[in-house]
């Protein structure tokens, strides 16, 4: 409950009340808290931002479609991936899910220990996991991690998979056994002793011997473009995402699942999945898009869309909607290209562009109500520098970013290294060039660069 500029907690189990100060996820410019959010205003409210990467586990390389250009995605690669993310300050990092990825949770483990600071999104999978289980694994690396995991809820939304992972539920009832692992999972983590019988699930006496980090549990996040998916984001999950549509179609998605959560007396927060190609000039970053396909031929389009028919997600549907499997109609909206999704499904678009012009884009989502950008581009090693170095300085950040210091470039660096004599060789009076000073000065002897 919020009062004024305060958030009320209320302990139930102590039947106290504390009022703790409340961090808004937006800077206020010209607004006041107190006034109704609407009209001018709202246009000069600045969203922090919480800015993701990915970590490409099924694959990466510079050119979709071919191998040429691929590389091979194992655990140094992944580990530069992260350390990368880690470093350039980056909120998080998206894992994917689903056979064709190495497992998220395994992948998860070994980058926590290699990185200090980043958040990873690993997916809960109702139906192929158990929730009791999913508590204990989500538990485990919660507190490994010191409270770096965040939860993506996945129902699935190829048959095939789902079939060969066991699960041979339609849509909705995949939806529906997600409401009820949701149930289960959540007050397991809350320390509940749960007991409970559905028409998907049944547990005795499920509970959690060793609690999360984060209490009572980390963040759940869930996409879904479906009825039944806004469903369960409004009544379930804290940040509800989208794949990278046209705004006015994102602003529709984000108007439902509000009204569904305001039903429910909750609060629900959005996010965006979405690549990008940013460049220095309008002209690179579109030269960029169109080399990323540029070894796609018609033959490898129809195939790769022929098999993302058979999905039973609303959102793919829509992905594909996009660009009607054509490339002469892949600018879907100002700056978004639907390229990306000619050969790959999930999220199958990019904002193309300038730096500028990209934040600006990244911006309108925000007035949406978007705070969350999970953000890839391929390879995404490199593109990971490019971002960081031509975005994010330009994004109104929730986190702060580290300072670069000690940063000599040139000659002058080499000069340096050569002219000043080390402590220890201080010490005893000995000059860069190995002679004795005999004041045993830091006087340096005037030395051309090696290089």
């Known amino acids: 409950m919020l009062l004024g500029t305060q958030r009320v907690r209320v302990d139930c189990c102590q039947g106290s009340t504390r009022a703790t100060p409340y961090r808004w996820p937006f800077s206020f410019v010209g607004f006041s808290p107190g006034a109704p959010a609407s009209g001018p205003q709202l246009a000069e409210v600045e969203r922090r931002m919480d800015i993701l990467w990915f970590l490409p586990t099924h694959g990466d390389g510079r050119y979709l479609g071919t191998s040429e250009g691929a590389r091979a995605v194992d655990l140094p690669y992944l580990r530069q991936i992260a350390q990368a993310a880690d470093s350039l300050g980056f909120h998080g990092v998206l894992l994917p899910t689903g056979r064709s990825c190495e497992d998220a949770w395994v992948v998860a483990g070994a980058m926590i220990a290699v990185t200090e600071r980043l958040r990873f999104l690993v997916a809960l999978r109702p139906g192929i996991m158990s929730p009791t289980f999913a508590a204990r694994m989500t538990s485990t690396l919660d507190r490994l991690s010191n409270g770096r995991v965040l939860l993506n809820v996945v129902t699935g939304g190829d048959p095939a998979e789902s079939e060969g992972d066991g699960v041979f539920l339609k849509h909705d009832d995949r939806y529906a056994a997600t409401v009820e692992f949701l149930v289960v999972f959540k007050r397991v983590m809350a320390g509940e002793n749960v007991d409970f019988e559905g028409r998907h699930l049944a547990v005795r006496g499920a509970k959690l011997f ?210 000043y004599t080390p402590a220890a060789a201080r010490a005893g009076g000995v000059t860069p060039s190995g002679t004795q000073d005999p004041e045993g000065s830091t006087r340096p002897r005037p030395r051309a660069p090696d290089a």
């Open 210 to 419: 060793y609690p999360p980090a984060q209490k009572p549990h980390p963040p759940l996040y869930i996409g879904g473009s479906s009825e039944a998916g806004h469903d369960v984001a409004a009544r379930d999950c804290d940040v509800y995402l989208t794949w990278g549509e046209p705004p006015a179609a994102v602003a529709q998605k984000i108007a439902d699942v509000r009204q569904r959560a305001a039903a429910r007396g909750r609060v629900v927060r959005f996010g965006l999945r979405v690549h990008v190609i940013v460049r220095e000039t309008e002209s690179a970053a579109w030269q960029a898009a169109e080399s990323l396909i540029a070894h796609l031929d018609d033959a490898s389009i129809a195939s790769a869309q022929k098999a993302l028919a058979h999905f039973e997600s609303e959102g793919q549907r829509r992905m594909a909607a996009l660009h009607g499997g054509r490339r002469d109609a892949l600018v879907v909206s100002p700056n978004l290209w639907a390229g990306v999704g000619l050969a790959r499904g999930g999220a199958g678009t990019a904002l193309v562009g300038d730096p500028e012009t990209v934040a600006t884009r990244l911006r309108e989502y925000a007035t949406l109500g978007i705070d969350t950008f999970i953000l890839s581009g391929y390879p995404h090693l490199e593109e990971a520098y490019r971002v960081a170095e031509l975005l994010l300085p330009r994004l109104p950040l929730s986190h702060p970013r580290r300072p670069v210091e000690h940063n000599l470039t040139g000659p002058f660096g080499e000069m340096l290294a050569q002219r």
